[in-house]
């Protein structure tokens, strides 16, 4: 998938597959406004978080209208249908599937009735105990009837959304005030029905979720604060872990459902969030910047040049060689107008794949001794491809610096990493991985110095990708995806 802001590095090969976040999504209520024009620009500015389909739903006060479909939020959209979709509610949704098929079907804001109306609902995050609320579903109605559980087609939005109607008497507030207690893993949602705009967070607040306010008087709801930045908004504050807000005529209502207890994805600092996002008030772009620093402290080599893996690995770079002395260059260049290509290479054209979005300038590379720094690494096809790029392109030496730890753990809370099997640092040495990559030396930012750069604390952050300490129960049937190669399973 392309990234929306550029951030190409892991979409660099035909069948690479980087980190994917699950969604981004932004919420709205402002009488007088165009609510639908707003939100098509709030995803643009989200658009980084999901690039598989797009929608926005509007509310006039007595009804609710949809519109979505697959594709980039630039692709979805255009004036005729963002000039049907009136009202001064509207909720808009950004998504990368972790869970349920890539379909139609799938794409959000996902619909329900409810008791007095409709629900619409956008959910940013991944839950761990879907198949509890399955069966919580049937325990309420007899039968999931709304939902089809077969062939990858259900996803945990829609057992949410069904959940959220399945009450005939009380309001939406509290039957959300109901459910989201039992509601287990990483969830930021908005939802909205005829008449008023809600937004939910989890206690441990693993995706972040941030209130607004407009100079009419408007309230937004947006995965980033660059997408208030893009209507106008005012940044308010987060929405807190455990908490529930109502927004309506009268403004905002907050509620708890659950104890904060915090517990923040350190890869939004490392790649997720855009880089001018503020998170528990630190700027991304200066956590990355510092990642970098500590990255030439912790592994310094001399060179000539530090470059970066256009463009997420730009920041870091910078930092680095802020820190080392060492002149920072671009030593690629990036085609900007890449985007998802449909049509299937040859095995031939499938090894030549990366020059369609990236091409060395030789001038720069040639005869020098090369840093190249990226955010992570995956499975590492894309970064032993721009090694052997390099190399062709008649570079000296290559040291490859990477501005996270080693990535050795799926992640069940919505990014859609590999299974322990297929992750390239499991089960390997620093000097294996180097040798796989092709680089003349190797080195990753410990732990520590990527938690000190995000200026939180440890037991605020989750880092199981890193380090398997999972905050939230893991579900019950993803044993399989904490294999090793080796066989080994995470206790």
């Keep these: 998938m392309p990234r929306g802001d550029g951030r190409l590095n892991h979409d660099l090969m035909p069948d690479e597959k980087g980190p994917q976040d699950a969604c981004g999504v932004f919420g709205i209520y402002a009488p007088g406004e165009e609510v639908s024009k707003l939100t098509y620009f709030g995803l ?3 658009q980084h978080r999901g690039q598989e389909s797009a929608g926005i739903a509007t509310s006039n006060g007595d009804k609710i209208l949809v519109f979505k ?3 980039l939020v630039s692709q979805v959209f255009d004036e005729g249908a963002l000039e049907a979709l009136t009202g001064h509610i509207a909720l808009g949704h950004a998504r990368y599937s972790t869970t349920g098929a890539s379909v139609w079907a799938n794409a959000q804001p996902t619909l329900g009735p409810t008791a007095h109306g409709t629900v619409a609902l956008g959910h940013n995050g991944n839950l761990t105990n879907t198949q509890e609320l399955i069966d919580l579903l049937i325990e309420r109605e007899g039968a999931a ?3 089809d559980l077969k062939g990858g087609k259900c996803t945990d939005t829609a057992v949410l959304t069904a959940l959220l109607g399945s009450d005939r008497e009380d309001t939406l507030a509290e039957v959300a005030m109901e459910l989201l207690p039992h509601v287990r893993g990483a969830f930021s949602l908005a939802f909205m029905d005829e008449t008023k705009l809600y937004a939910a967070r989890d206690p441990q607040g693993v995706r972040p979720l941030m209130l607004g306010k407009l100079p009419s008087g408007g309230w937004v709801v947006a995965s980033e604060n ?4 893009i209507v106008g908004a005012e940044f308010v504050r987060e929405i807190e872990p455990g908490e529930f807000v109502v927004i309506d005529e009268d403004g905002v209502h907050s509620s708890r459902f659950a104890p904060a207890d915090p517990k923040n994805c350190v890869f939004e600092y490392v790649y997720l969030a855009r880089p001018d996002t503020t998170m528990n008030g630190r700027s991304v772009n200066a956590a990355r910047l510092e990642m970098g620093r500590t990255l030439a402290r912790e592994h310094p080599v001399e060179a000539d040049l530090v470059m970066p893996t256009p463009e997420s690995g730009t920041p ?6 802020q820190a080392s002395g060492i002149p920072f260059g671009q030593g690629l260049t990036k085609n900007s107008y890449v985007g998802r290509t ?6 031939t054209l499938r090894k030549l794949g990366i020059r369609l979005k990236l091409n060395p300038l030789r001038e720069v590379i040639e005869g020098k001794r090369l840093i190249v720094v990226d955010d992570s690494i995956v499975r590492g096809n894309t970064q032993r491809a721009i090694v052997k790029m390099l190399r062709d392109a008649g570079a000296a030496e290559i040291h490859v610096r990477i501005s996270s730890p080693p990535v050795q753990w799926p992640c069940f809370y919505g990014i859609d990493f590999a299974t322990r099997s297929e ?3 499991v089960n390997k040495t620093l000097e294996e991985i180097r040798l796989d990559l092709g680089a003349d030396t190797l080195g990753y930012i410990s732990t520590e110095g990527m938690i000190a750069a995000t200026q939180q604390s440890q037991d605020r952050l989750c880092t199981a990708c890193f380090t398997g300490d999972y905050p939230i129960e893991p579900p019950v049937d993803a044993r399989h995806l904490l294999m090793s190669q080796t066989g080994e399973v995470s206790q």
């Design 145 to 147: 009837r709304r939902l």
């Design 316 to 321: 870091a770079a910078i930092g680095y060689a």
């Design 69 to 71: 479909d697959m594709g």
């Design 342 to 347: 449909f049509i299937q290479p040859s095995q």
């Design 226 to 229: 660059p997408a208030l930045d």
């Design 423 to 425: 992750l390239a640092a």
């Design 44 to 46: 643009y500015a989200l």
